[in-house]
C-alpha cells in the first residue's frame, strides 16, 4: 500500500472518529458516511429498519460484498 493510500485511509478513519455519537443518536456519523458516499457517487439510501445502504457497483460483477456495523459507539473494549 502507498503512503498517500494509507493517509487517505487515515483521513477517512479520523473523521469518522471525530463524529459525536453515543446510544441512538448517530445521526453525525451517519451523515459523515452519506457525505463520504454521495462525494463519490455512490448511491445511499435507508431501508425500512432504518438501516443505511450503500451500493457501488459496475455492473462487472455478481459478487457481492457487505460491511455491518454499529454507528452509535465506537466499540472500544478494553
Do not use: K, W
Amino acid at each position: 500500500m502507498s503512503e498517500q493510500t494509507s493517509s487517505d485511509h487515515l483521513d477517512i478513519v479520523r473523521g469518522l472518529l471525530a463524529c459525536p455519537t453515543a446510544p441512538f443518536r448517530e445521526h453525525n456519523v451517519r451523515r459523515f458516511i452519506e457525505q463520504f458516499c454521495t462525494d463519490r457517487g455512490i448511491c445511499v439510501h435507508t431501508d425500512e429498519m432504518g438501516n443505511l445502504i450503500a451500493v457501488y457497483g459496475r455492473g462487472l460483477s455478481d459478487s457481492r460484498l457487505a460491511f455491518c456495523a454499529h454507528m452509535d459507539h465506537p466499540g472500544l473494549f478494553g
